[in-house]
């Protein structure tokens, strides 16, 4: 089994910035990445970012490229994403996942409980 736990959730105004963490365990390291996605209320849970544990390839939605960077420490097994000029949209509850660092959830095998952000105008 695997445990992925996520924190740095919060408030914040617009244009502001947060970092998420997610701090994985067990079994986490035999597959090949770790991903964040969000999803709003009424919304379906849509792809954010993703980054492979071995070379460190990035990948993002287009909705945040250039806004959001995710990274990770391998030595920690814990990945981050640093989110900034944070506007209204980007309110939702954030998942970190571990899996295949595609952009579809059904790459991921292991989810975490989710934190929110929530960015008002």
């Known amino acids: 089994q695997a445990q992925l736990v996520e924190s740095g959730g919060g408030s914040v105004q617009a244009g502001g910035s947060l970092r998420l963490s997610c701090a994985a365990s067990?079994?986490?390291?035999?597959?090949?990445?770790m991903g964040w996605f969000r999803q709003a209320p009424g919304k379906e849970r849509e792809f954010v970012a993703a980054?492979?544990?071995?070379?460190?390839?990035?990948y993002y939605a287009d909705s945040v490229k250039g806004r959001f960077s995710i990274s990770r420490d391998n030595a920690k097994n814990t990945v981050y994403l640093e989110m900034s000029s944070l506007n209204p949209e980007d309110t939702a509850i954030y998942y970190c996942?571990?899996?295949?660092?595609?952009?579809?959830?059904?790459?991921?095998?292991?989810w975490g409980q989710g934190t929110q952000v929530t960015v008002s105008s």
């Open positions: 980054i492979s544990w071995s070379y460190g390839r990035t």
């Open positions: 067990g079994r986490t390291r035999i597959t090949l990445g």
């Open positions: 996942a571990a899996g295949r660092p595609g952009q579809r959830y059904t790459e991921y095998d292991y």
